[in-house]
């Protein structure tokens, strides 16, 4: 199976607020694990990435977390900003290959 | 700017007709890939090139559509005989290599009407 399944499919969070969005896959090849934000409009930018001989990984205020036993994955945004609202998407790649993208989560961060 | 390019941003055109995309990757990437990414999905593959090569193609990439990397450097995509549903977001990324940061361009929004 190539799919991986991303959760929630919205999110409203207050500034400062946790956001977390989650996602699984079923393909246990997949060895790379990035997530990336697009704004209306543009292409995706890469956020942050996980490989999975890490449990866990932080930039800033960017973390992932790694459950390789239970094959899900999910990004926590600590203190969030109207800034950060945008579309999350998390994808998987099998080395060699290619991404495979969740199907997104719309952030939304009230002021 | 060393970033991934593509053109055009925008294009409309009618059913039946053809159409042509163009990527530019970012300078030295080995690997140039395809997506499309229809409205409130995340982007779906369609095909790929290590070099020159093209290594992968999905299922989704009917025989109306065809791409090319002459020389291993820019890209084009060919949509013949537009259908409707084939209006979507068509994006550009490249990697260094495999298994390294894909870079994504802004994209080329393609409107079938």
């Known amino acids: 199976q190539q799919q991986v399944k991303q959760s929630p499919q919205s999110l409203i969070v207050q500034k400062g607020g946790i956001s977390i969005i989650n996602c699984a896959y079923e393909?246990?090849?997949?060895?790379?694990f990035p997530w990336y934000q697009q704004f209306p409009g543009k292409g995706p930018a890469l956020l942050i990435a996980?490989?999975?001989?890490?449990s866990e990984k932080k930039e800033g205020r960017f973390t992932i977390s790694f459950n390789k036993s239970a094959k899900q994955f999910s990004l926590h945004i600590m203190d969030s900003q109207p800034g950060d609202s945008a579309t999350y998407f998390c994808?998987?790649?099998?080395?060699?290959?290619?991404?495979?993208f969740g199907e997104g989560t719309q952030l939304t961060v009230n002021p | 700017d060393t970033g991934v390019s593509q053109n055009p941003r925008h294009k409309i055109t009618k059913r039946g007709q053809n159409v042509t995309f163009r990527c530019d990757p970012i300078?030295?990437?080995?690997?140039l890939y395809w997506y499309r990414q229809t409205l409130g999905q995340g982007p779906e593959f369609l095909t790929y090139?290590?070099?020159?090569?093209?290594?992968?193609k999905s299922r989704l990439l009917s025989d109306r559509f065809s791409a090319e990397r002459p020389k291993g450097s820019f890209s084009t995509l060919e949509i013949q005989r537009t259908e409707q549903g084939d209006s979507a977001m068509y994006l550009c990324?490249?990697?260094?290599?495999?298994?390294?940061?894909?870079?994504f361009g802004q994209g080329t929004r393609l409107t079938v009407v």
């Open positions: 990324a490249s990697s260094l290599t495999r298994n390294t940061e894909a870079f």
């Open positions: 393909n246990t090849a997949f060895d790379y």
């Open positions: 996980i490989r999975p001989d890490v």
């Open positions: 994808a998987a790649e099998t080395s060699g290959s290619r991404l495979t």
């Open positions: 300078s030295e990437h080995n690997r």
């Open positions: 090139f290590q070099n020159e090569a093209q290594l992968e």
